[in-house]
């Protein structure tokens, strides 16, 4: 394809009528076409890292990473040069992609061919293109100067691609989310690109401008908090403060002072005035997390403040009024608890005007993979590896497993892994590959809706399997029951109080259990 080609196919793209991430999809893979390599990477700059928009020839969980550019010398010396930058090909630089060439991976890059160069939007530094071949003589001077040359329209396809993500945003918000498409992503903003996150953002970006209370609802490790600090910054609010309440960590006796306030003397200690979190989110937002965890006593102060926007100080004669909007959080059945009689319906509904969903992990596809590209090279950079990846079949598990606990599991998962692989004896200067034995996944909790019971031994002499002592029935009791307890506390992060509520059992009679099966001592 000759250069007056691809500018051609590229200026075509530009007018055409495709969504943001496919423009740029098709425009890497134009290039990676044109020039004949392995790999082209759109990178756009975040702070202090290049984030992967647009990937072809990559492996499935690298557009999950963020690079930092500390970290890669050679990413941030094409960010510094204006123009084309082109790698020897053998530059003692480790190249940011060792190990996830799709055609290559989990191998060390051989010599090879690297060039990239810098894109700029309006005067300013958007951003990287890097390009990767195998041969070595790829990147000769001919294609260095096709590189320089189709930088205005590499740079008018991105331009065109933000352009058409503020109008959207525009039209969704009246105009608050502008600053915000053009802001940096907070470190850990939502990563995925599945259709079930692409309609909660969405909902997200609308539901943000109005000062309605919203409740978000999910399981464990969903995300809600990552939804709140959105729709905050979303909101026209954005300005002011946003202040985070854990409603579970807040002890009876002190919580109504925490969240109101209290005057001097009001009880025993309360040597000064002191204002609550309402105070301190004032013209902000306040985030009730495990609003259900919250006394009854505490309940009816909130509907007042809720339906009057008004708050007391405990021992105050008077009350003040604050302009604070509020998103509240659970992972339990409110409906549940206004039944039972341990959370009041009114406030139930004043909470509930916009109720927002949360898609579960397992809900969100090959979003999975993204997720764990950002979690492996953020353990990458933190044990001082030269890379870390998942095998094939490592990734096929992810994809298959039905995470309770969601992204925070997946998280401590990758985590876990990698630190076994290190002690395990990896060398950090190879490749380190994880595989499917080092996640554990079978250890952990089963599929939501089944019971987890311990495996049936096979029959003696069945199918050719050797002969094994059956279990007793006191034996598999108690195996289910060590079990239970494990995967309550992996969902929970090791919090007995969460595993026994979970359990539906007192937290004496807990521990007291685990002791009796052999877990504690």
Not at 138 to 146: E, G, L, M, S, Y
Not at 235 to 244: D, E, N
Not at 265 to 273: I, L, M, N, R, Y
Not at 483 to 497: E, G, M, P, T
Request: aromatic share 4%.
């Amino acid at each position: 394809m000759t250069t007056t080609a691809i500018h051609l196919l590229l200026l075509t793209d530009l007018v055409a009528d495709l969504p943001v991430a496919v423009r740029l999809q098709r425009l890497v893979g134009s290039l990676r076409a044109h020039f004949g390599c392995e790999a082209v990477a759109l990178l756009k700059l975040d702070g202090e890292h290049l984030r992967p928009v647009a990937m072809a020839g990559l492996a499935s969980d690298a557009l999950g990473r963020r690079f930092a550019i500390a970290d890669h010398p050679r990413l941030a010396a094409i960010l510094q040069r204006r123009g084309v930058l082109c790698f020897h090909h053998d530059s003692s630089l480790p190249d940011p992609y060792d190990g996830l060439i799709a055609e290559r991976a989990g191998e060390p890059l051989p010599v090879h061919d690297c060039m990239g160069m810098a894109l700029d939007l309006e005067g300013e530094r958007w951003g990287v293109i890097t390009l990767d071949a195998l041969q070595v003589g790829t990147f000769d001077a001919r294609a260095q100067r096709d590189l320089g040359e189709l930088a205005c329209a590499i740079e008018a396809a991105v331009r065109v691609t933000r352009l058409e993500t503020e109008i959207r945003a525009l039209r969704l918000s009246g105009g608050a989310m502008l600053a915000d498409a053009q802001a940096p992503r907070e470190e850990h903003d939502f990563v995925g690109q599945s259709s079930a996150i692409t309609q909660l953002l969405h909902e997200l970006q609308v539901v943000a401008e109005s000062d309605l209370p919203v409740l978000l609802l999910g399981e464990t490790g969903v995300g809600k908090e990552l939804c709140a600090h959105r729709l905050h910054r979303l909101s026209r609010r954005a300005g002011k403060p946003l202040v985070h309440v854990n409603c579970a960590a807040l002890p009876e006796s002190l919580a109504e002072s925490e969240l109101f306030g209290h005057v001097r003397g009001a009880f025993s200690g309360a040597v000064s005035d002191r204002p609550g979190r309402f105070e301190a989110a004032e013209g902000g937002t306040l985030f009730l997390d495990e609003v259900g965890e919250l006394p009854l006593s505490i309940q009816a102060k909130l509907l007042r403040t809720l339906q009057n926007g008004e708050i007391q100080r405990l021992g105050a004669d008077r009350p003040r009024r604050v302009n604070v909007r509020v998103i509240a959080a659970t992972n339990r059945s409110l409906r549940e608890h206004v039944r039972d009689g341990t959370f009041r319906a009114d406030l139930y509904h004043r909470l509930s005007v916009y109720p927002v969903p949360i898609p579960p992990l397992r809900e969100r596809g090959n979003d999975v993979l993204l997720l764990a590209g950002g979690f492996l090279e953020l353990n990458r950079a933190r044990l001082g590896l030269r890379s870390l990846r998942l095998s094939a079949a490592a990734e096929n598990a992810l994809c298959h497993y039905r995470w309770p606990g969601n992204v925070r599991e997946l998280e401590h998962v990758i985590s876990r892994a990698a630190l076994k692989a290190v002690i395990r004896g990896a060398n950090r200067k190879d490749i380190v590959t994880l595989e499917t034995d080092m996640l554990d996944l079978d250890a952990l909790e089963a599929p939501a809706g089944t019971d987890a019971l311990p495996p049936v031994p096979p029959v003696p002499g069945a199918c050719g399997t050797p002969a094994a002592p059956l279990l007793s029935m006191h034996q598999i009791v108690e195996a289910s029951q060590r079990q239970a307890i494990r995967q309550a506390l992996v969902l929970h992060q090791d919090n007995w109080a969460a595993a026994a509520r979970h359990l539906g059992l007192d937290a004496s009679n807990l521990h007291k259990l685990a002791r009796r099966v052999g877990l504690k001592a």
